[in-house]
T-cell receptor
Framework: GAVVSQHPSWVICKSGTSVKIECRSL??????MFWYRQFPKQSLMLMAT?????????EQGVEKDKFLINHASLTLSTLTVTSAHPEDSSFYIC????????????FGPGTRLLVL | RKEVEQDPGPFNVPEGATVAFNCTYS??????FFWYRQDCRKEPKLLMS???SGNEDGRFTAQLNRASQYISLLIRDSKLSDSATYLC????????????FGIGTKLQVIP
């Protein structure tokens, strides 16, 4: 149980394109989903916390107008990188938590974004 | 100072060896701690939680020292398949339970 999927797994796009990444909890309902970014040889950096039906909470330094997060249902959260630039190229990983009391996060397989 | 600090390694150990990693955290309000394993170009996978009383799962033992604010992971009888990056994480207390990851310690088990 507790499987999280992400789609797409790979994206290569031109600079200026907007890219949408989906994160789904397949066999459980996730009240909270998290979006992380990981650059090569660096740790996972939390970008934002997303609660179903409410606005996402962004970490300091993350532009909310550039990284649009929508958590419309208990099984789906989306991250849209608007007007992507080469410096946005990274490994984007989502995770989901079942309930607010549950401390374990279940990670999706990640999405590799390459902006040319 | 980073909130969670780890030695990035790499730690190169022979098969069968015992290896230990430490991780320090700066936020004394941190409530929960975890070790994750991340293989190259993959997502992190939960290895084990770390509690004040310690936690053992087969060849893996995790310990928490709140007084010194560090967490440790001990791997006994290392296998080639243990080669990966081990991420230490802390979660703060309160309503906004943010998880902070360390940079990870790379382990390479050599035949």
């Amino acid at each position: 149980g507790a499987v999280v999927s992400q789609h797409p797994s790979w994206v290569i796009c031109k600079s200026g394109t907007s890219v949408k990444i989906e994160c789904r909890s397949l066999d459980f309902q996730a009240t909270t989903m998290f979006w992380y970014r990981q650059f090569p040889k660096q740790s996972l950096m939390l970008m934002a916390t997303s609660n179903e039906g409410s606005k996402a909470t962004y970490e300091q330094g993350v532009e909310k107008d550039k990284f649009l997060i929508n958590h419309a249902s208990l099984t789906l959260s989306t991250l849209t990188v608007t007007s992507a630039h080469p410096e946005d190229s990274s490994f984007y990983i989502c995770s989901a938590r079942i309930t607010s009391g549950e401390q374990t996060q279940y990670f999706g397989p990640g999405t590799r974004l390459l902006v040319l | 100072r980073k909130e969670v600090e780890q030695d990035p390694g790499p730690f190169n150990v022979p098969e069968g060896a015992t290896v230990a990693f430490n991780c320090t955290y700066s936020n004394s309000a941190s409530q929960s701690f975890f070790w994750y394993r991340q293989d190259c170009r993959k997502e992190p996978k939960l290895l084990m939680s770390v509690y004040s009383s310690g936690n053992e799962d087969g060849r893996f033992t995790a310990q928490l020292n709140r007084a010194s604010q560090y967490i440790s992971l001990l791997i006994r009888d290392s296998k080639l398949s243990d080669s990966a990056t081990y991420l230490c994480t802390s979660m703060n207390s309160g309503g906004y339970q943010k998880v902070t990851f360390g940079i990870g310690t790379k382990l390479q088990v050599i035949p």
